[in-house]
């Protein structure tokens, strides 16, 4: 069975939980950073000490709030509820979460290849403690004792519950891409999966096709990178389509994703463990936004994946393809303002989508406005294309201004005056064959490249020559 | 509270009550706990009788909303100083026993 097999439709939902880039804890005052010592972002509140009250982060709540506009959500009055349970990641025995009244609902998302993808819920919650088992090649069923770091306990997430909209794999990757890109551009989050920073489950469930109703879902955890989630999301739907096509039933369940093995493992029904005994925090009051903070929040939102890359798009005509890892990389920028400058357009999306976007790995890119002076000193063909990404890749390597880093390369002779000066230098000294150029004859363009690579000792690029002949004879 | 109005709370809803706290309890508690909390709902339940129509349901007993406060570092505490309260610590991190259940 694969999860495309005739006659049969995947639904999926998907839980993000993103970690907010505040500089803080949702509750406390500890610091909100990765990869510390264990157990030295912890205080009295975070590891649930009596008598320690909890206040919440404005930035946390702002940052959500954000999440929620971007994300077209009703940003709602909305208060904290206690979800308790025995696990050690938590030490207060219960995690503080939004549950009946949370702070976005009612949203959605526009996948870069059209739809909308419902969102249910936007809420703000707690992260919670990281285990380490021991023993047991770190299983936890065969582990002989089990670590924590408090670290993360209390570090603010918002979740992102979407609908059961999603109808493959390849979808879900497209929606968590796109979310994942717009909670970077909001500033709330890294997007670093890698590190845990953004972390989503699937509910995933099958039915046959044209049927209304939903199949019963199983919830697959563990899924870690974009190629994780596809893969998770169709060996799940293909193990469903078995079970139901051999007249078996599908269990409701939370499944693990072993990533080595390549397939989802039972964990515990959901049926037995879902009674969290929520109730108010009573050390929480609501959260309710007022208008001007709404409105503040609002004017400072920056503008989101889905109207740059339309705004590049119209000012660029490049394919989608191009679009779509230009705004991605965040390198539309670089992009807009070399076309603002003058310079080419295809040109700049050429630099920006081979050179920089090659280059963000082990690179930094450069400025816009320094970007945009080598693309139009490659336009107005001061520079060559071999010898503009030269400079770019210096100017990757190791920063630096175009204009000096060309005339390191000893690329100084072609700036664009120096070329337009060497034409009218050869123009004026042949005479009747620029008159035979104008006329049309297109085999004199080769004269005329040839004396002016001549003059400028073969720094010329003969296609700004070309460009620069057609452009005198209005031809 | 009148004895029709009693709400039912049966022994096997107070077994479960305590099994989700990790409790045990014996059966003459399970029977005394099963009175004591028949009567606190019993008071809830003269709480739910009242005529509401137009009140505003109420997220908190305080007047108060949008407690907040700067998202500026605070110290934290000492490592070392709060490892030495707990039962077990190793490598700077909690010890806790082999954990049987999974992650809710």
Redesign the interface.
């Known amino acids: 069975m694969t999860a495309d097999t005739p006659g049969w439709e995947t639904v999926v939902g998907l839980e993000v939980h993103c970690e907010l880039r ?3 804890k949702l509750f ?4 909100n950073r990765f990869g510390q ?8 509140v975070c ?1 649930g000490q009596p008598g320690s009250l909890p ?7 702002e940052m959500a709030m954000r999440i929620g506009l971007a994300l077209h959500c009703r940003i709602e ?1 909305s ?1 904290f509820h206690r ?7 938590m030490p207060k025995d219960y995690q503080v979460s939004q549950y009946d ?1 949370p702070i976005n609902i009612d949203g959605w998302l526009e996948l870069p290849s059209g739809g909308r993808i419902g969102i249910e819920r936007a809420h703000l919650e707690e992260d ?1 403690g990281k ?3 021991v023993g047991g090649a770190g299983r ?2 065969d ?8 670290n993360r306990a209390g570090v603010p997430l918002v979740e992102i519950v979407s609908r059961p909209d999603i109808r493959s794999a390849a979808q879900a990757r497209d929606y968590v891409a796109e979310l994942r890109s717009i909670l970077v551009a909001t500033g709330a989050s890294d997007g670093k999966m890698e590190e845990g920073s953004l972390r989503v489950d699937a509910n995933v469930s099958v039915r046959p096709r044209g049927s209304t109703e939903f199949g019963t879902r199983a919830e697959i955890k563990n899924v870690n990178s974009l190629r994780s989630l596809v893969r998770a999301i169709e060996y799940e739907a293909a193990r469903q389509i078995g079970v139901l096509s051999d007249g078996g039933r599908v269990t409701l369940e ?1 499944r693990h994703w072993d990533e080595a093995g390549g397939r989802t493992t039972s ?2 029904t959901k049926e037995q ?1 879902e ?3 929520y109730f ?1 925090e ?1 050390d ?7 208008a001007a903070w709404l409105g503040r929040v609002e004017a400072a939102m920056p503008v989101l994946p889905a109207a740059r890359r339309s705004r590049l798009a119209q000012a660029t005509g490049a394919p989608g393809e191009d679009i779509a890892v230009l705004v991605e990389t965040g390198l539309d920028e670089l992009v807009l303002a070399a076309v603002a400058a003058g310079a080419d357009a295809r040109t700049a999306v050429n630099r920006a989508t081979n050179e920089v976007a090659g280059a963000l790995e082990t690179g930094t890119p450069p400025p816009p406005a320094t970007f945009a002076r080598l693309v139009k000193m490659e336009t107005e063909g001061a520079l060559t294309a071999t010898q503009a990404k030269t400079v770019l890749a210096d100017m990757l390597r190791d920063g630096g201004e175009p204009e000096e880093l060309a005339r390191q390369r000893g690329f100084e002779a072609l700036a664009s005056d120096a070329l337009a000066d060497a034409v009218s230098a050869v123009i004026e000294a042949n005479p009747a064959e620029w008159e035979r150029f104008k006329a049309g004859e297109a085999k004199v363009a080769g004269f005329f490249v040839g004396q002016v690579m001549k003059a400028t000792r073969g720094n010329a690029d003969g296609g700004a020559v070309t460009a620069e002949l057609r452009r005198r004879a209005g031809i | 509270m009148s004895p029709e109005s009693r709400p039912s709370i049966s022994r096997d809803d107070v077994a479960h009550v305590a099994h ?1 706290a ?1 409790l045990t309890l014996t059966p003459e508690e399970i029977e005394r706990f099963t009175g004591q909390l028949a009567a606190v709902l019993g008071h809830a339940e003269d709480v739910a009788a009242l005529d509401l129509a137009g009140v505003e349901p109420t ?2 007993p ?1 007047p ?14 000492d ?1 070392d100083e ?2 030495a309260q707990a039962p077990a610590a ?15």
Do not use: W
């Open positions: 505040t500089a803080t406390c005052g500890c610091p010592e264990p157990n030295t972002q912890i205080c009295p590891t206040v919440l982060n404005r930035m946390a709540v009055p208060i979800k308790n349970y025995f696990y050690p990641d009244q919670t285990i380490t088992h936890i069923h582990a002989s004792h089990s670590l924590i770091d408090y939370t964990g515990r463990s009674d969290y005994r108010p009573p929480l009051v609501p959260v309710a936004p007022d | 989700l990790r997220a908190h305080l108060l909303m949008n407690v907040l406060r700067e998202d500026e570092v605070r110290p934290c505490l490592r709060v490892l190793e490598e700077g991190r909690f010890r806790v026993p082999r954990i049987l259940g999974e992650a809710p």
